[in-house]
């Protein structure tokens, strides 16, 4: 028997050795992340007009800081979504390039994606090749979308231009019974383990995610992203809320932000804002008279962007008679 031969029959040994301790109730196997399976896979036969194109996106930067830190590693995966059957169902493309940012990367970035100087030196990402990915895309993905869409935009300004979700704020979690968004964790529940902080790699392992079905809800992660982003997304700003009334706008969701020094939340459904001004009238806003909030509507192509949506105030008194 030659290597390969070897190889291959130790690979069924083993699988079979995975399988029989995975069926045991006190162990759970982890299998290394397989991109090379979906490489495999032909297209789909739905023809352009019922077929969607997404791209998953993820960067590697010189830091945290769009205005003054660069893009160091860009890596997308371009994926046919089949809308009938809510799943991914061919990859089209990968992409991944590094580059140069053209100053020294701080140590303390390196020793998270381990990305050197040496590795990027003289490398430029390819913009027609970032457009020719582009081509056609319904939705860009991202796993922390606010992240990485200001450094793309502000790298490739067709970015701004697109629809996007992001796999951590638009898709609840914990209401389908996962106890944390990280990637790797929500990697491991389908049984997957990888090496992290690598584009291409965080790409693969989000698809993964993106076509698990959500226990809850009963569709794929994928679907809600595609149908949550042709909704308009209502952020809430309780302006001038009382200061007492701070932990029960906390126990609802609402985050602070100390930069303008108000309470907010985001609301997706249109349905669901009705609700949400009724309950900041009764519970935190109470009798007092020309109490009015701040809503700003936001787009998928202004969402989880440093631009800001559509803003209105909204008196809180003419929502309660309408009711």
Same mark, same amino acid.
């Given at each position: 028997?030659?290597?390969?031969?070897?190889?291959?029959?130790?690979?069924?040994?083993?699988?079979?050795?995975?399988?029989?301790?995975?069926?045991?109730?006190?162990?759970?196997?982890?299998?290394?992340?397989?991109?090379?399976?979906?490489?495999?896979?032909?297209?789909?036969?739905?023809?352009?007009?019922?077929?969607?194109?997404?791209?998953?996106?993820?960067?590697?930067?010189?830091?945290?800081?769009?205005?003054?830190?660069?893009?160091? *590693?860009?890596?997308?995966?371009? &994926?046919?979504?089949? !809308?009938?059957?809510?799943? @991914?169902?061919?990859? #089209?493309?990968? %992409?991944?390039?590094?580059?140069?940012?053209?100053?020294?990367?701080?140590?303390?970035?390196?020793?998270?994606?381990?990305?050197?100087?040496?590795?990027?030196?003289?490398?430029?990402?390819?913009?027609?090749?970032?457009?020719?990915?582009?081509?056609?895309?319904?939705?860009?993905?991202?796993?922390?979308?606010?992240?990485?869409?200001?450094?793309? *935009?502000?790298?490739?300004?067709? &970015?701004?231009?697109? !629809?996007?979700?992001?796999? @951590?704020?638009?898709? #609840?979690?914990? %209401?389908?019974?996962?106890?944390?968004?990280?990637?790797?964790?929500?990697?491991?529940?389908?049984?997957?383990?990888?090496?992290?902080?690598?584009?291409?790699?965080?790409?693969?392992?989000?698809?993964?995610?993106?076509?698990?079905?959500?226990?809850?809800?009963?569709?794929?992660?994928?679907?809600?992203?595609?149908?949550?982003?042709?909704?308009?997304?209502?952020?809430?700003?309780?302006?001038?809320?009382?200061?007492?009334?701070?932990? @029960?706008?906390?126990?609802?969701?609402?985050?602070?932000?100390?930069?303008?020094?108000?309470?907010?939340?985001?609301?997706?459904?249109?349905?669901?804002?009705?609700?949400?001004?009724?309950?900041?009238?009764?519970?935190?806003?109470?009798?007092?008279?020309?109490?009015?909030?701040?809503?700003?509507?936001?787009?998928?192509?202004?969402?989880?962007?440093?631009?800001?949506?559509?803003?209105?105030?909204?008196?809180?008194?003419?929502?309660?008679?309408?009711?």
């Amino acid at each position: 028997m030659d290597n390969i031969d070897q190889l291959s029959h130790d690979a069924k040994e083993w699988e079979q050795i995975a399988q029989a301790l995975d069926r045991h109730p006190h162990f759970k196997v982890l299998k290394r992340l397989a991109p090379e399976k979906w490489l495999h896979q032909p297209p789909s036969n739905l023809d352009n007009t019922k077929r969607l194109k997404g791209v998953i996106l993820d960067t590697e930067t010189t830091g945290m800081n769009s205005l003054t830190d660069k893009v160091i *590693e860009l890596g997308m995966i371009a &994926f046919e979504y089949d !809308p009938h059957l809510g799943q @991914i169902t061919h990859v #089209d493309q990968v %992409f991944d390039q590094l580059e140069d940012p053209g100053f020294p990367i701080p140590p303390e970035t390196i020793a998270i994606h381990h990305i050197t100087d040496e590795m990027v030196k003289g490398h430029r990402i390819h913009d027609q090749e970032v457009l020719q990915a582009l081509q056609g895309v319904s939705l860009v993905i991202a796993h922390n979308a606010a992240f990485d869409r200001p450094f793309v *935009e502000n790298r490739w300004p067709i &970015f701004a231009e697109l !629809p996007w979700a992001c796999s @951590i704020k638009d898709i #609840d979690w914990r %209401f389908n019974s996962f106890g944390s968004a990280k990637l790797e964790y929500l990697a491991m529940t389908q049984g997957i383990f990888y090496e992290a902080h690598r584009a291409e790699t965080d790409c693969w392992a989000l698809l993964e995610v993106l076509n698990l079905v959500l226990p809850k809800t009963r569709q794929s992660a994928i679907q809600t992203l595609f149908e949550s982003s042709s909704l308009l997304q209502n952020k809430v700003y309780a302006t001038g809320s009382p200061f007492e009334t701070k932990d @029960i706008l906390k126990a609802r969701g609402y985050r602070w932000s100390a930069d303008i020094k108000c309470w907010s939340k985001t609301v997706n459904a249109s349905e669901k804002l009705k609700e949400e001004l009724l309950w900041l009238k009764h519970n935190v806003y109470g009798q007092r008279k020309g109490a009015k909030v701040e809503i700003e509507t936001l787009s998928s192509k202004e969402r989880h962007s440093e631009r800001i949506g559509t803003k209105y105030l909204q008196d809180l008194g003419a929502i309660a008679e309408a009711d």
